[in-house]
């Protein structure tokens, strides 16, 4: 049974950081793209950043310099770093995976989803 499983999610006060995690199974995942999206309150899903499986990274404009994605792939795990948190950041957080090529910004081409992390970001 493949499973991503997200967590790392949380309360941080603006300004501070946190460090998500998503946690791949079920199948290997060295050679798909892996992203991570967000969805605030009656928003849509929204693309944060996806790193491809030779390691380049995409970003949406607006998060570049403050989110880093990585990836393990001896670990099936990938990561999203996030700093310099903002009250506008707050959303539950994705983890997804492509195992074929395509517009890594859209979520149509992601195969695989986590149930999500919530992460609330406080004035």
């Known amino acids: 049974q493949v499973q991503l499983v997200e967590s790392g999610g949380g309360l941080v006060q603006a300004g501070g950081s946190l460090r998500l995690s998503c946690a791949a199974s079920?199948?290997?995942?060295?050679?798909?793209?892996m992203a991570w999206f967000r969805q605030a309150p009656g928003k849509e899903r929204d693309f944060v950043a996806a790193v491809s499986w030779n390691g380049a990274t995409y970003y949406t404009g607006s998060l570049k310099g403050r989110f880093t994605i990585s990836r393990d792939n001896g670990k099936n795990t990938v990561y999203l770093q996030m700093n310099s948190l903002k009250p506008e950041d707050t959303a539950v957080y994705y983890c997804a995976s492509a195992p074929r090529g395509g517009n890594y910004y859209t979520p149509g081409i992601y195969d695989y989803w986590g149930q999500g992390t919530q992460v609330t970001v406080s004035a």
């Open positions: 079920g199948r290997t995942f060295s050679r798909d793209a």
